[in-house]
């Protein structure tokens, strides 16, 4: 007689299932990161009046709090204490509140009126070395509200990709967990690619409209929360069977000095912080770059990017495998920063030059399976540098060190392309040289660090050339 009860967890197409809720939340999130990141050309026209610098000011909002109110160490704490059904339920209406203010802010509902006064005559701070806001002089109303909805948006969104990855592991603790996990995040990248296509096209519509896209994608927000619930009804099932969530040691601030002590830590983050900082506030302003430097329309820019995180998605699994299989994490870290500088040197000296679309989709591809290299290679590679008593919190330090590059940069680059291009208002007619070799530069500081890392490695034997897999 069978005594055994067959869990939820067990059935495939349950599990499968489970994921594709929750990987589905994740991509209508990856949406709403970028939805107005092929739109820069209208934002810097009337009624918007957006230039360079609040842009980069928009931009960058998204990891504020994460950064300066250390909201990434409190979602830890939230997930820690009360589970992933209710996180992932709570990020999927933060990230929906974040959103509607996103759009209010866009919206012809707020142009002309007493909210739009109230923000173009206040949070006008001086463009200073202690100005850590997204608010400057001179930013419009709209900008300022847009940032604030973002920096909303972006405490949901950082929690509900911690909750994520700790329902992937309830759900295939034992099973195909590394599969699920790739699967996600080629699912959740796949988001980037339908922005890059989707939101041109939906702006352009008679009569152009900023908001027609920002409100499609916060409709979007809505079917994600939906997600969050239904997969919350699963998850209590699993519960009433007894399976327990695998939770991470949390974040302690004792475990601060012992982390902050070691070496290996800060190569690590660093060469995270380097690394992201120069791919996801680029794809902030890539398709204004390639409408100026190849006089495309948003919508042919939009498709030559497309390729980007649609390659990034397809490879990330093929790569994850083989670092499991044959090793040699700290050489694909090395081999994708290498990439990245090619890359980022083709966008700044070569495709200006040329004016060729076939050097533009090589250079994207390019970039593309740099962004899989070094993401495959190096999480899998902090628990072989770091005491696995302080690893959660030490995820937590290099998440938190990570958001302050992906805050600062879009303002900087932001900066430098308005200081780069004096007089220039035509938003179509900006020279990305310089911002580019800010990137490829990034990229020379993360090689750097990666050929440190892989010296070190041959040294002290972490094991970063081995296979996960042990034979």
């Known amino acids: ?176 967990m590394a599969l699920a996990m790739g699967v996600e995040m080629a699912i959740a990248r796949c988001g980037v690619a339908a922005v890059m296509l989707g939101a041109p096209a939906i702006a352009a519509i008679e009569p152009i409209s900023v908001s027609r896209p920002v409100c499609v994608s916060v409709i979007l ?75 495309f329309t948003a919508e042919e820019a939009g498709r030559v990017f497309f390729v980007f995180p649609l390659g990034a998605a397809a490879i990330t699994p093929v790569l994850g495998n083989f670092l499991d299989r044959k090793g040699k994490g700290a050489t694909m870290l090395m081999f994708g920063a290498l990439l990245m500088i090619c890359c980022h040197l083709v966008f700044a000296l070569v495709l200006p030059a040329t004016q060729s679309v076939v050097i533009a989709f090589a250079a994207i591809i390019l970039l593309g399976i740099s962004f899989s290299l070094v993401p495959a290679a190096l999480w899998p590679s902090v628990p072989k540098l770091i005491d696995g008593k302080v690893l959660g919190s030490a995820y937590a330090l290099i998440f938190w060190i990570q958001n302050i590059g992906l805050y600062a940069f879009p303002m900087i680059i932001g900066g430098v392309l308005r200081s780069s291009n004096p007089g220039v208002d035509d938003p179509l007619k900006y020279n990305y040289t310089t911002p580019m070799l800010v990137f490829a530069s990034l990229g020379v500081v993360a090689l750097v660090l990666g050929l440190y890392l892989k010296i070190d490695d041959a040294r002290h034997h972490y094991g970063l050339e081995e296979p996960n897999i042990k034979k």
């Open 221 to 295: 927000l809505c079917i994600g929360l939906i997600s969050f619930i239904a997969y919350g009804f699963m998850d209590k099932r699993l519960d009433a069977q007894g399976v327990e969530e695998e939770k991470d040691e949390p974040f302690k601030i004792s475990d601060i000095g012992l982390i902050l002590s070691s070496k290996a830590f800060w190569i690590v983050s660093l060469l995270c912080v380097t690394y992201y900082s120069a791919i996801f506030p680029f794809q902030k302003c890539a398709i204004n770059m390639l409408q100026c430097t190849l006089g």
């Open 1 to 176: 007689m069978e005594t055994l009860q067959k869990k939820l967890s067990d059935s495939a197409a349950m599990r499968w299932t489970a994921l594709v809720l929750l990987a589905g939340a994740m991509f209508f999130g990856y949406i709403f990161v970028d939805i107005l990141s092929p739109l820069q050309e209208h934002l810097a026209k009337a009624p918007y009046n957006w230039d360079p610098v609040a842009y980069g000011r928009f931009a960058g909002s998204e990891t504020f709090l994460n950064v300066f109110v250390f909201f990434l160490i409190f979602a830890g704490i939230i997930l820690d204490k009360m589970g992933v059904r209710f996180t992932a339920i709570l990020s999927g209406a933060v990230m929906l509140l974040g959103g509607a203010i996103k759009l209010y802010a866009v919206s012809g509902s707020f142009i002309g009126s007493g909210a739009q006064a109230f923000f173009d005559n206040n949070l006008n701070l001086a463009d200073a070395w202690w100005n850590i806001t997204p608010f400057v002089n001179g930013m419009p109303g709209s900008a300022k509200l847009a940032a604030i909805g973002f920096m909303v948006f972006g405490c949901g969104c950082e929690m509900a990709g911690i909750t994520v990855s700790r329902g992937i592991v309830k759900w295939f603790q034992g099973k195909e």
